[in-house]
């Protein structure tokens, strides 16, 4: 149960000054229904109107973004387009952020919403959510490398990676990478380390979240019930 003036102010539409007005002036519904005041407490979940028309109410927003090559995934840089600059504007001022970067030139799923908690327990180091990528290597991958992989690679500066897994695919310079950790550059490394540089990464999953393989690069759309439900939410 949240209060309505607050419910209101969310949406970045109103603040909560204005929230209460418009409640005064009975421009607002629940459920079709009049409230009593802006401080009235709505479920989660309610019909809110304003004017007749649907506001929504969720507390936290979770966006799927097919991340396309050539866009930074941070929120804000000097030069590069961000991943935000996708988003329609009225959802780039409600603090989304992105779950876990990926490099410039990387594709794939990226999931952005502005609940931190969930951001936590996607990242925090001891989590250790797969995530899976597909990458096209230069160079010929074999059982050795998969070998190297499940042992757990050291990188040229000595930093030891988690043991992960490669599946070489039918063209061998061609790979799946489970990763459970989420170090920088850390396909591009350890693919490197073994003499095989990465020439095309594009990040597939993260956890139970799958990239939507009829949503093309650079197109983004709200996680379903399902998703959610299936990220604990
Ligand atoms: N590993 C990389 O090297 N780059 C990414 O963008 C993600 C994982």
Same mark, same amino acid.
């Given at each position: ?22 409640? *005064?002036?009975?421009?607002? *519904?629940? %459920? ?5 005041? +802006?401080?009235?407490?709505?479920? %989660? ?9 649907? #506001?929504?109410?969720? *507390?936290?927003?979770? #966006?799927?973004?097919?991340? $396309? ?5 941070? !929120? =804000? ?14 959802? @780039?001022?409600? &603090?989304?952020?992105? /779950? ?5 030139? !990387? =594709? ?12 936590? @327990?996607?990242?925090? +180091? &001891?989590?250790? /959510? ?19 992989? =499940?042992?757990? #690679? ?8 988690? +043991? ?22 850390? /396909?591009? @490394? ?8 990465? !020439? ?9 979240? *799958?990239?939507? $393989?009829?949503?093309? +690069?650079? @197109? ?9 439900? =299936?990220?604990?939410?």
């Amino acid at each position: 149960m949240e209060r309505l003036d607050k419910i209101l102010a969310a949406t970045g539409k109103w603040s909560r000054k204005d929230a209460k007005a418009l409640v *005064k002036a009975g421009r607002v *519904k629940v %459920e079709g229904q009049p409230p009593r005041g +802006p401080e009235d407490k709505v479920a %989660e979940g309610a019909l809110v109107t304003v004017d007749g028309h649907p #506001i929504n109410t969720d *507390k936290f927003v979770y #966006i799927m973004l097919h991340k $396309p090559d050539g866009v930074v995934s941070s !929120t =804000e840089d000097p030069r590069d387009e961000t991943v935000l600059t996708l988003l329609p504007k009225e959802l @780039r001022r409600i &603090g989304l952020f992105p /779950v876990g970067r990926l490099d410039k030139d !990387t =594709e794939g799923l990226l999931l952005l919403t502005n609940d931190g908690q969930l951001a936590h @327990r996607l990242l925090a +180091p &001891g989590k250790h /959510v797969d995530k899976v990528y597909y990458t096209e290597v230069d160079g010929v991958l074999d059982p050795s490398d998969c070998q190297a992989f =499940e042992t757990g #690679i050291v990188l040229g500066d000595g930093t030891e990676c988690l +043991p992960a897994e490669l599946e070489i695919l039918e063209d061998p310079g061609q790979a799946l990478v489970t990763l459970r950790e989420g170090k920088y550059h850390q /396909v591009k @490394r350890m693919l490197a380390s073994r003499g095989k540089p990465v !020439t095309y990464l594009k990040r597939l999953s993260m956890g139970p979240l *799958k990239l939507d $393989p009829i949503l093309p +690069p650079g @197109r983004w759309r709200y996680l379903s019930d399902r998703e959610k439900e =299936e990220l604990g939410l």
